[in-house]
Structures are given as structure tokens and as C-alpha cells.
């Protein structure tokens, strides 16, 4: 029976709970967004002891399920002010399946900081003295050494000093660093002086499907239907970084802070260049994965000429933020802010807004990735400029008089423009996550070529569906990237149904996706109501409806009455 983990880091103390009734048939995002919805007040303050802080694996972690391994985190959010999930890859979320948990609810606030390990009794309490101030990697590598076998969550320097835009990061069972990044979680863990969770799974049940023969069938066909589609050898071959080339071709990379769609460093920093960087460097590989059972393997190490690792996973929105959104063309130092970050505890997405807002507005130069690196690995030290791009891309507009903030709800965009990807647009306004590419990101596909991403019309019905899919898929526990073949598949989409209903023993209706994601979506949306959000916030900034994107000149023309259909209760 799925049960929750509930630890007070107040009063030390925990206890296994049956999973309540409201909570039945959640998990990953769904878990984590209900547990907030309900128990977290809305006006609390995030980095205060009313926050929770919670660990969802998905439904189906643990399971043969292909690519099922994300963990979900939330909290409310000390970048947005709204209800927030980040998940991430590694080993995290299977541990915590293997001991039956459902989640990890961590509430109040330790006295000083403190290392967490679950394992199948409950919880322990552990002095991080000697940890607290150190980067990820060295964290990482002491957890690892001192719970062999045991899977590790870990928030750097930035987020044990509060800034707004830190992770939580999640070891792989290899070692690598993945991270929750977005929403600024890592400063709600680092407010309650947790520096470490460590999850023991031995001696756990074990998740026990209702008809594992049954579930083993629907794993095959997802597992055969997914590494047969076209787009996972792409994926396998050069990772999320192949999109650099694609969306730049389709005039939609973010350049100098949004102001243009196309970057003309965009051939040295894409899939196919770092694929060829990566064959002549020892130690180097363009296939990795970050979880047990990932079919796809579309991460990366990415090493130096010396082959020592700079950065594991180096993605797409890596490279369009921190890369061509700062006008940075050097994959080099790209790959070394991103292990900077990494390391640090921070979002590189939220840092690439930041930088580019700071380059406009003149206390960076524009290109200068050595410089941007400087910044950030002062940090630790009390640096205010780093500090400043660590609170976010809102705070340095704000800091430095810059109007033009790729932001809404205080997160940065993702790297689509949304003068060109305007579905995509509509779910960086609507989602209750702020913007949030992974909350629905409407792409072209040959499975839909009537499909338009340029024109206003039609974008808040495909913005509203592909929220919902996606609420379901990180509710579920999978990748994100191993979900695409499914979404263009009845059959893919009935094996996937299939093996929650061959877990769990319920019955589930043809349209379950859709109705788990609208479920999911709606609990977020009526938390950051009753936080004092409503639809003037679901807008995008202003600039992006009055400046044409070159060179093809797109510009921002959704009607703001479409935008306020989306999620509209009948």
C-alpha cells in the first residue's frame, strides 16, 4: 500500500501515514501539487517553516515502465509566489518507489543544518556541519562514500544562502548531477537547513502491481514503440542539443535577450558540433542516461581535451540561454557554467535570463561567457553581482532599470520564443507554474503538419491539451522525451494506460491522461488563486507584442481573451 514519509526537521521526528483518501491515484506532480494545494496556506511565506518541501516519485517508478524514473519536487515557489513542481532524472525517485513511499513531506525547519536518510524504518537525522557550504560535487561524492548503494538529493551554496533561482539536485546512479532546477526549490530545502535527503532502499517491498504480467506486456510495447520512433536517434545521437540547429532554422533561438530569433554562433554551440567535440575527447560520450531503464539515452559527458568531465547533460535550454540568449559561443565555456551551476546549486535557464538581462543593461558584456563564470563562482564568497543574477531575472531588471524581462510570474522563459512558438507562448502565460516550457511545449511535428506554431489562432486549445498531457507524464514519473512517441500514438497512449491500470487494479477510462493532467492543472490554478493570482497574470511582458522578432518578424498577437479560456471553469 503507497504510504507517505512525514518528517518534522523541527522536532526530529517521523512517521509512515497511509496515503489519504484525496491523494489516491497521484503521484510525481499530482502528489506533490495536492499536498501543497492542501496543506500549505497560501499566503505562507516560501523560505518560512509553513512551507512543505515534497518528493514524489511517479505512479509508476520502480516498475519496468521505460524512462519512469523523474522525480517530482514542490513547494510553493520563492521565485513565482505560485505552487511549484521541478523534477528531474537519477537514481532518487526508484529508491523511494523500492521502500513504498509515495512521498517525502518534509515540514518546520531544522535547528541547524542536518542530513536526512529514509530508509524502510523511517528517517535519521545526521549532522551536515562538514558539508553545509560545500558545492554539489564534493556532496555528492561524500553521500556517495558514506551510504554506498543509496540514492542522494543535495542543494549547493545557493541554496543554503536562500536565493531564489537554487535546485535541488539529484545524483545519478552513476555520480552525474541532474537537477529540479526551476522555481527556486532548492532555497525552500536550503531554508530548512536540510543540505542532504539520502534514501536507503533496502529491505523496501517494492512496488506490487495488481497484475504484473500485464504490466510487463505494456512496458514492451511502450519500450519497442518508443526507441522505434524517428526522433529518439536524433535524440540518441546528439541529445536535447540537436534543437539548437532546429528551432535557430526556425527563427525562434533566443539572442541577446529575446531580441532576435536567430543566432549566428548557433552552428558552433549545436548537437552536431559538440558531437564532434565529444569524438575527439577521451572520456567523452554523446550516450548516456540518467535513470535506471531510460530506453533513449540522450544525455551526455561532456570532458575536457584532458578527459576529465566539465558537464553531464548538457541541454538545449543550456545552450539557448546561457549560449545564445548572452550571445556566448564558446561551447567550452557554456560547459563550464553549466557545471558551475550545477555545482552551485542553481537553474541555468533562470542564470541565461538573468545574464542576457544584465548584459542590457550593461554590467556584463554581451559574449563574455569567461566573465559571466567569474561572477558566478563568486558567489560563495558574498559576491552582490552573482547574488543578484542567483534572485533571478526579475530582480536584475529590477536592480538595473531593464523593461525588457523575459519573465512571467518572476520565472524566466524557456528557449522558444513565443513570437514564433506561440502555443507555446499561451502555457508560459497560462501554466501555474509561471513560465514554464515543461509544463507544455507546443512544437511542430510531421505527425501534425496542419499544425501552425506562427499564427494566434487555435494556440489556446493546443496550449490547454498539451498541459494536460504533460501534467499526466510528470505525474506518472516519465521523461518527458520518451512521452512525445506516446502523444502521437492511440496505441502508445492505451500501453501506457495500460500499465497503470495493471499497477494500481483500477479500471481507467480511455480519456484517463487528459482527465489526471485537467485534475492536476486545475488543483495548481486554484492554489495560486487563492495566493492572489489571477488572469492579469497570465500575460506575457509587453515587449514581446511590440517588437517584431528578426529576422522573420513575428511578433506576439494571441488574443489576451484566448489566454483567459485556458482552464476556464464552464
Excluded at 162 to 168: F, I, Q, T, Y
Excluded at 210 to 233: N, V, Y
Excluded at 485 to 500: H, K, M, R, T
Amino acid at each position: 500500500m503507497a504510504r507517505l514519509l512525514r518528517i518534522d526537521l523541527a522536532a526530529r521526528t517521523c512517521s509512515w501515514d497511509p496515503l489519504p483518501e484525496p491523494y489516491e491515484g497521484l503521484g510525481g506532480r499530482g502528489l506533490t501539487s495536492a499536498i501543497v494545494a492542501a496543506e500549505v496556506p497560501p499566503n505562507a511565506d516560501p523560505l518560512g517553516p509553513a512551507n512543505r518541501l515534497v518528493f514524489a516519485p511517479g505512479l509508476l517508478a520502480g516498475t519496468a515502465v521505460p524512462n519512469n524514473g523523474r522525480l517530482s519536487v514542490g513547494a510553493k515557489s520563492p521565485l513565482t509566489g505560485t505552487i511549484k513542481e521541478s523534477n528531474a532524472g537519477g537514481s532518487f525517485a526508484h529508491a523511494l518507489a523500492r521502500l513504498g513511499a509515495a512521498a517525502v513531506v518534509l515540514q518546520g525547519e531544522a535547528p541547524e543544518p542536518v542530513t536526512v536518510r529514509i530508509h524502510a524504518g523511517g528517517a535519521e537525522f545526521e549532522p551536515a556541519d562538514d558539508l553545509w557550504g560545500s558545492g554539489n560535487y564534493a556532496a555528492v561524492a561524500a553521500l556517495r562514500g558514506r551510504h554506498q548503494g543509496c540514492a542522494v538529493a543535495t542543494v549547493g551554496p545557493a541554496g543554503e544562502r536562500g536565493l531564489r533561482a537554487a535546485a535541488v539536485v539529484i545524483a545519478t546512479p552513476d555520480g552525474h548531477l541532474r537537477t529540479a532546477a526551476r522555481g527556486g526549490l532548492g532555497a525552500v530545502m536550503g531554508a530548512k537547513k536540510v543540505k542532504a535527503v539520502v534514501v536507503d532502499p533496502a529491505g523496501g517491498p517494492g512496488p506490487v502491481p495488481a497484475d504484473p504480467e500485464r504490466l510487463r506486456a505494456a512496458a514492451r510495447a511502450l519500450a519497442e514503440g518508443i526507441t522505434a520512433h524517428p526522433l529518439m536517434a536524433g535524440f540518441e545521437a546528439l541529445g536535447t542539443s540537436m534543437l539548437v540547429g532546429l528551432i535557430n532554422e526556425m527563427g525562434g533561438l533566443p539572442t541577446r535577450n529575446y531580441s532576435r530569433g536567430r543566432f549566428d554562433g548557433a552552428p558552433r554551440i549545436a548537437g552536431e558540433a559538440l558531437a564532434g567535440i565529444m569524438a575527439q575527447r577521451p572520456g567523452a560520450t554523446t550516450r548516456h542516461r540518467c535513470m535506471a531503464g531510460c530506453v533513449i539515452h540522450c544525455s551526455q559527458v561532456y570532458t575536457g581535451p584532458d578527459g576529465e568531465p566539465i558537464t553531464s547533460g548538457f541541454e538545449y535550454e543550456t545552450l539557448g540561454l546561457v549560449g545564445s540568449n548572452c550571445a556566448i559561443d564558446d561551447p567550452d565555456a557554456i560547459a563550464r557554467i553549466d557545471r558551475a551551476c550545477d555545482d552551485l546549486g542553481l537553474d541555468t535557464m533562470e542564470i541565461g535570463a538573468a545574464a542576457a538581462v544584465a548584459m542590457e543593461g550593461g554590467r556584463l558584456p554581451w559574449g563574455d561567457g569567461h566573465r559571466l563564470l567569474e561572477v558566478l563562482e563568486a558567489i560563495p564568497g558574498g559576491d552582490p553581482l552573482g547574488a543578484l543574477l542567483a534572485s533571478g531575472s526579475v530582480a536584475v531588471g529590477r536592480e538595473l532599470g531593464v523593461a525588457r524581462v523575459p519573465a512571467v510570474k518572476g520565472q524566466a522563459l524557456a528557449a522558444y520564443d513565443p513570437r514564433c512558438l506561440k502555443g507555446t507562448g499561451v502555457t508560459y502565460a497560462t501554466s501555474p507554474m509561471g513560465a514554464d516550457h515543461t509544463a507544455g511545449n507546443v512544437l511542430p511535428s510531421p505527425a501534425n503538419p496542419e499544425y501552425n506554431p506562427s499564427v494566434p489562432d487555435g494556440q489556446y486549445q493546443v496550449s490547454e491539451f498539451v498541459q494536460c498531457y504533460f501534467a499526466a507524464i510528470d505525474s506518472l514519473g516519465l521523461c518527458l522525451f520518451a512521452s512525445l512517441p506516446v502523444v502521437e500514438s492511440p496505441e502508445l497512449q492505451g500501453s501506457l494506460v495500460d500499465a497503470v491500470s495493471a499497477l494500481t487494479g483500477a479500471s481507467l477510462p480511455g480519456e484517463y491522461l487528459i482527465g489526471l493532467g485537467r485534475r492536476v492543472c486545475l488543483t495548481e490554478k486554484d492554489f495560486n488563486r487563492r495566493a492572489g493570482f489571477g488572469p492579469r497574470d497570465d500575460r506575457l511582458p509587453a515587449f514581446f507584442g511590440q517588437e517584431a522578432l528578426a529576422p522573420l518578424g513575428h511578433v506576439w498577437d494571441v488574443p489576451d481573451a484566448d489566454l483567459d479560456r485556458v482552464f476556464a471553469q464552464p
